[in-house]
């Protein structure tokens, strides 16, 4: 019987008295994998640097290079920010590609906190730099006075909106992949059991599982990139209401 597509995003307990799962227990993984990968990488701190500075390097200017083109050189007082979210969605997307691991960001709950993260600095910072100021987000200039509360209405809502569709993007895409592999995987296993001339049509689902496979390593590696852009844009917002 095939197993269940659904089965390998379950959370397990662990330690029940306190709370921490599988789930749990990837988080902390990726967090320590991040800062052990970083210090391993940054030791030496050559002015020629060996491989594994360079990439922390190229990492770091990426992340900084985004931040930059949306929001200018004022925002790079978030990069310690926008850096360790892209890091962690990274590592965690990577390790969910990993079979037998558990995928932390197929789980809604945890991308919604991400995002909530995002969405409240916004507002903290917006309010703490611009004061009132920062409502003028949701009345753009030049709008009929008889038409604005119908715009501030939809800016409103359309800014509440932005948790959901930052959490929902990166958790459906990591979510439908994983469930596809899982099935495609499931159909290699079920027609190698059947035997005879049906076990020669196994290797169709399984090129279509590799195909699969390294289209979902792009998947993990642009939804990181996808978070981390629309974080700056919206970063963007505290830094510069526009009004």
């Known amino acids: 019987m095939m197993a269940s ?44 640097p060996g491989r594994s500075q360079s990439i922390a390097e190229i990492l770091h200017e990426f992340v900084a290079g985004t931040l930059k083109d949306a929001t200018g050189q004022e925002g790079m007082k978030f990069f310690p920010l926008v850096f360790s979210l892209f890091m962690f969605v990274l590592t965690a997307n990577l390790l969910g590609m990993i079979p037998g691991f558990f995928t932390v960001t197929s789980h809604v709950i945890v991308t919604f906190a991400l995002a909530l993260l995002v969405i409240g600095t916004v507002v903290v910072y917006g309010f703490i730099k611009h004061g009132t100021h920062f409502l003028g987000l949701f009345s753009p200039p030049g709008v009929p006075g008889w038409l604005l509360p119908f715009i501030v209405v939809i800016e409103i809502i359309s800014f509440l909106s932005r948790p959901i569709s930052l959490s929902l993007r990166l958790f459906a895409n990591m979510l439908a992949g994983h469930i596809a592999l899982k099935v495609f995987a499931g159909f290699v296993v079920a027609l190698l059991g059947a035997g005879g001339a049906i076990a020669f049509l196994a290797p169709l689902p399984l090129l279509m599982a590799v195909a699969l496979m390294a289209f979902e390593f792009f998947v993990a590696v642009l939804q990181a990139y996808v978070f981390t852009v629309l974080t700056c844009i919206y970063l963007n917002d505290a830094l510069h209401p526009g009004h």
């Open 5 to 48: 597509p659904i089965e390998q995003f379950q959370i397990k307990p662990i330690i029940p008295a306190i709370g921490f799962t599988n789930s749990s227990l990837f988080m902390v993984g990726a967090a320590a994998l991040i800062v052990g990968g970083l210090m391993f990488a940054s030791r030496k701190r050559a002015i020629v």
